[in-house]
């Protein structure tokens, strides 16, 4: 345990000057003693290729045997390599075996994984309402992409009957984390007064917000609201702007509705 917790401090530079190399050597020294804590970090040097030259097979193996100790982290991060097919054949079903296991201890990346292979129908056979109860669980623990495709499926009626209050809310939980597309969405919702009081204002603000990470959706209708005046002052120096960077982000429509506003000078 004093080893591992000794790989810990050179990894993120507590107490000691961070080395990369140092963490390797005293999280290699725990793990082959048993130390599921340091078989899991061990697995992470190697598939990041830190201290250690990048090797997907040795993050697998060390993965695999904290993950047999019940270790939840580790689960999941095995989970991850056999979805991905690093360092193993790609086996969605092997996957979800360890995306259940992590999930089933609470671990909120993996619930959402699990989700995502419920929604997908990867390597389990595709369950709306399976997605939702572990979308659910993760996004009570403050998952930003669960809220986000949590809100989804109540706006879709996938897996829930169809709720509008409830996919704002969920959208609400995730825009206010930074995701640009739950912002998005949830200035859908306030432009079409669905699931809350109609109101353009909100809805520029939450385009803004999801504008302003790239989004090209939200960009090219921000831009509308800046042509319309709606929500925002009319604005076309802004509006040509903003469909500029739609445009630049590969909406076609932001190519179209800038080249208008140029030819309309």
């Given amino acids: 345990m004093a080893q591992a917790n000794l790989g810990v401090m050179y990894k993120v ?15 290699q020294k725990a793990a082959e003693q048993g130390d599921a804590k340091a078989q899991a970090n061990l697995g992470v040097m190697y598939a990041e290729g830190r201290g ?10 060390w993965y695999q045997q904290a993950a047999e100790q019940g270790y939840a982290a580790a689960q999941f991060n095995l989970g991850v390599m056999y979805d991905n097919g690093q360092g193993v054949k790609q086996d969605y079903q092997q996957a979800v075996k360890w995306f259940q296991k992590a ?37 009570e ?33 995730a825009a206010e984390q930074g995701n640009a597309k739950a912002q998005y969405n949830l200035g859908l919702m ?11 204002q909100q ?11 790239g989004n090209a959706k939200a960009q090219f209708i921000l831009g509308g609201s800046y042509v319309l005046g709606e929500g925002v002052p009319q604005d076309m120096a802004k509006a040509k702007m903003w469909f500029g960077r739609a445009c630049d982000n590969g ?12 030819e309309g000078k």
């Fill in 203 to 213: 809805a520029a603000k939450w385009y803004q917000q999801a504008a302003e990470q």
């Fill in 52 to 61: 250690v030259k990048q090797d997907y097979q040795q993050a697998v193996k």
């Fill in 13 to 27: 530079g507590q107490g000691v000057k961070q080395d990369d190399q140092q963490a390797v050597k005293w999280f």
């Fill in 141 to 173: 623990q403050g998952g930003a992409e669960a809220q986000h495709n949590l809100g989804l499926m109540y706006a879709k009626g996938r897996g829930v009957k169809q709720d509008y209050q409830q996919a704002a809310k969920w959208y609400q939980q």
């Fill in 251 to 262: 909406l076609q429509e932001g190519c179209d509705m800038y080249r208008q506003l140029n």
């Fill in 103 to 139: 999930a089933e201890q609470g671990n909120a990346i993996a619930q959402f994984a699990l989700g995502l292979m419920y929604k997908e129908g990867k390597g389990v056979k595709q369950d709306y309402q399976q997605a939702v109860k572990w979308y659910q669980k993760a996004a």
């Fill in 190 to 200: 306030y432009e079409q007064g669905q699931g809350v009081k109609q109101d353009y």
